[in-house]
Every structure is written in C-alpha cells, then in structure tokens.
C-alpha cells in the first residue's frame, strides 16, 4: 500500500492550493482517509477527516470554513482544497489512512490512522 501527497508548493496569504493524496495497493472508498500537518518546531496536528465515502467530515477549528476535505473513490484519492491561507498554515502535510473501517462516534485519531504518506511542503508568505 502507498499513499502519495502532492500539490504543495509556495503560496501568498490569502490565495489558494489544492493538495492530492493518492493511494494504490487497495482501495479505502470505507474507510477513513485524513489530513495532518506539522510545521516546524511544532507537533503534528489533525486538519480534516472524511471517515468514509459520503460520510462523516470533522475540520480542526483553525480550518473551518477555510479548507474542504473530498474524496474520488474512482480514483482512491482524497484532495484538501485550502483557501485563504495563513501564514500559520505553513507546515508539511500529511495523508493518512486506516487499514479498516470501524465505527466510532468522534474523529479518529492520528495514533489510529495504518498508513502515512511522506508529505508534501506548503508555504504561506506574508
């Protein structure tokens, strides 16, 4: 199984970037597929979370309103699409998947995702 980020890059305050996370080796269309970041010097952190296809969708509270979390199960990706970017949204972004569905009444946490993708850098300047 792999899980592969694209879409990062360098980006001025307010504009816009749309991460991929493409996954093969499996399909996830039921399970849950998320977003995480870290930026430097800090832990990482939950962003968004789809728990299935038309499922679910949490938002961490520093995002809400600002980025949307969607699924292509054709095609086993997920994309974050992240408007009015902040500085403080500068981090390395992580994909992540679970291995199975379950069924839990909360977001899942990160220590419950199975596979992580390597990350992709985006850069918010001032």
């Known amino acids: 199984v792999q899980v592969v980020e694209s879409g990062g890059g360098l980006v001025q305050a307010g504009g816009s970037l749309r991460l991929s996370c493409a996954a093969s080796g499996r399909t996830f269309s039921d399970n849950a597929m998320g977003w995480f970041r870290q930026a430097p010097g800090k832990e990482r952190e939950f962003v968004a979370q789809?728990?299935?296809?038309?499922?679910?969708?949490y938002y961490a509270d520093s995002v809400k309103g600002r980025f949307t979390i969607s699924r292509d199960n054709a095609k086993n990706t997920i994309y974050l699409q992240m408007n009015s970017l902040k500085p403080e949204d500068t981090a390395v972004y992580y994909c992540a998947a679970r291995s199975w569905p379950g069924h839990i009444d909360r977001p899942w946490r990160e220590s419950e995702f199975d596979y992580w993708g390597q990350g992709t850098q985006v850069t918010v300047s001032s």
């Open positions: 789809s728990k299935w296809a038309g499922g679910r969708i």
